[in-house]
T-cell receptor, first 116, second 114 residues
Framework: GAGVSQSPRYKVAKRGQDVALRCDPI?????LFWYQQALGQGPEFLTY????????KSGLPSDRFFAERPEGSVSTLKIQRTQQEDSAVYLC??????????????FGPGTRLTVL | KQEVTQIPAALSVPEGENLVLNCSFT??????LQWFRQDPGKGLTSLLL?????REQTSGRLNASLDKSSGRSTLYIAASQPGDSATYLC?????????????FGKGTHLIIQP
């Protein structure tokens, strides 16, 4: 594909519902990142995968947040029992390889989550 | 913990002016620094990436410099155009082996007046 794609682009959830956000990285990209961007703020790191291995989940704000990338390609970010403070844009990024010299991150358009 | 600050938070200038956006970071142990552009309701578009060993990168009317020891980077935009209006974000990447994600500033909201 031409770039990183994310779906849905917009999601409205009632407080307490579970949501699942999907990310399709650029084909062949080894590394995949999830970020959370609150209104008026810069993105904040949530979690990182290298292929199917989740190597860093230090940014996940609570145990309600869970991410997976079972086949080393598509990734899903799941949020259980959503709260109003979870309202944000969730951005996915991929890069060719962490350890190579060329490790520019390419971002998807994001999923805007609104929790009512 | 790495902190990234961008100054100014907002900037409005007439078309045609040259301008400088500033980014500073507290921990000089970075792997690279990346400048992004974000349009309203859109994702991030990478503009320039500077490796820690480099001093600057250029792409068209954009020039980014990096002074790693002082924890500073600048993005220079020459001959600004209304289409340059967007939020500009800088982000730093730590060396491999530590935390993995980018640390972003809050951005500079730029408006170029026609």
């Amino acid at each position: 594909g031409a770039g990183v794609s994310q779906s849905p682009r917009y999601k409205v959830a009632k407080r307490g519902q579970d949501v699942a956000l999907r990310c399709d990285p650029i084909s062949g990209h080894v590394s995949l990142f999830w970020y959370q961007q609150a209104l008026g703020q810069g993105p904040e790191f949530l979690t990182y995968f290298q292929n199917e291995a989740q190597l860093d989940k230090s940014g996940l704000p609570s145990d309600r947040f869970f991410a997976e990338r079972p086949e080393g390609s598509v990734s899903t970010l799941k949020i259980q029992r959503t709260q109003q403070e979870d309202s944000a844009v969730y951005l996915c990024a991929s890069s060719l390889d962490l350890t190579s010299g060329y490790n520019e991150q390419f971002f998807g358009p994001g999923t805007r989550l609104t929790v009512l | 913990k790495q902190e990234v600050t961008q100054i100014p938070a907002a900037l409005s200038v007439p078309e045609g002016e040259n301008l400088v956006l500033n980014c500073s970071f507290t921990d000089s142990a970075i792997y690279n620094l990346q400048w992004f552009r974000q349009d309203p309701g859109k994702g991030l578009t990478s503009l320039l990436l500077i490796q820690s060993s480099q001093r600057e990168q250029t792409s068209g009317r954009l020039n980014a410099s990096l002074d790693k020891s002082s924890g500073r980077s600048t993005l220079y935009i020459a001959a600004s155009q209304p289409g340059d209006s967007a939020t500009y974000l800088c982000a730093v990447r730590p060396p491999p082996g530590g935390a993995d994600g980018l640390t972003f500033g809050k951005g500079t909201h730029l408006i170029i007046q026609p």
